[in-house]
């Protein structure tokens, strides 16, 4: 396990995020990332989790009022299957990427074909 405060850890995050094509984050919708401690109970070992309508679901209808999607990535669960801090990068850059493909509509079946999950 990788001791690593909370500020480096966003920070990991957000570098992953600046990672993305630029043409990719410009359609990013109505999201936002938020980094957690600890993943649900009901799933500790959980890295990230998107939550909301994927943009290839949503109608023209959709948008009005809506809170914006969420990607939570858990930081605790990401240290603990990390031996160094360069790991824990690469492991956020591959869960961030991760969890913004599902809001692209991408679902995990895939994301295992293509070698992100």
């Known amino acids: ?3 690593m405060g909370r500020a480096e850890f966003e920070d990991a995050v957000r570098d992953a995020l600046d990672l993305l094509p630029p043409e990719l984050a410009a359609q990013m919708d109505n ?3 938020l980094v957690e401690d600890d993943a649900p109970e009901d ?3 959980l890295l990230g989790l998107y939550e909301g309508v994927a943009l ?3 109608d023209q209808w959709w948008g009005s009022g809506q809170l914006p999607d969420r990607i939570t990535i858990f930081r605790n669960p990401t240290l603990a299957i990390c031996d160094t801090p360069a790991e824990v990068v690469e492991e ?3 869960t961030v990427v991760h969890e913004v493909a599902h809001h692209f ?3 995990d079946e895939r994301l295992h074909e293509l070698g992100w999950a």
């Open 43 to 45: 799933d500790p070992e």
């Open 1 to 3: 396990m990788v001791e």
């Open 92 to 94: 956020v850059a591959v």
């Open 31 to 33: 999201v936002v990332v």
């Open 105 to 107: 509509g991408i679902d």
């Open 56 to 58: 290839t679901e949503r």
